[in-house]
């Protein structure tokens, strides 16, 4: 009897954690919540990248297509395979700030 008891707490707990590992994972809306779309205008409010906070139109790693301009400037860190101007490990004071939204007038 007490040996059912343990597995039965054993398995009701692992079943609560493998709930709630599945809620942390994001679904494909909230991915896509997380980065602009195709058709924001670069430097705007909209045009960031919430996974990596930085603008979406200079997110090396969602799109390594601009990864040779950044290279072609030097503005590349090969030890963390990101724009140095990045990159936070290597420059900690580094500040990369969401533009302020623009409101209607």
């Not at 195709?38 to 390594?64: F, L, Y």
């Not at 040779?68 to 030890?79: I, L, N, Q, R, V």
Request: with cysteine; hydrophobic share 30%.
């Amino acid at each position: 009897m007490f040996r059912t008891i343990i597995i039965t707490t054993l398995l009701s707990l692992s079943l609560v954690g493998c709930k709630d590992a599945v809620e942390e994972t994001p679904t494909k809306t909230a991915q896509a919540d997380l980065h602009a779309g195709a058709d924001v205008v670069p430097g705007s409010h909209e045009d960031w990248c919430g996974e990596h906070a930085v603008p979406e139109s200079q997110c090396t790693r969602c799109n390594d297509t601009l990864v040779p301009a950044f290279k072609a400037t030097g503005d590349w860190c090969e030890k963390h395979n990101l724009p140095e101007s990045q990159c936070l490990t290597c420059n900690p004071d580094l500040k990369i700030v969401r533009p302020e939204k623009e409101t209607k007038k």
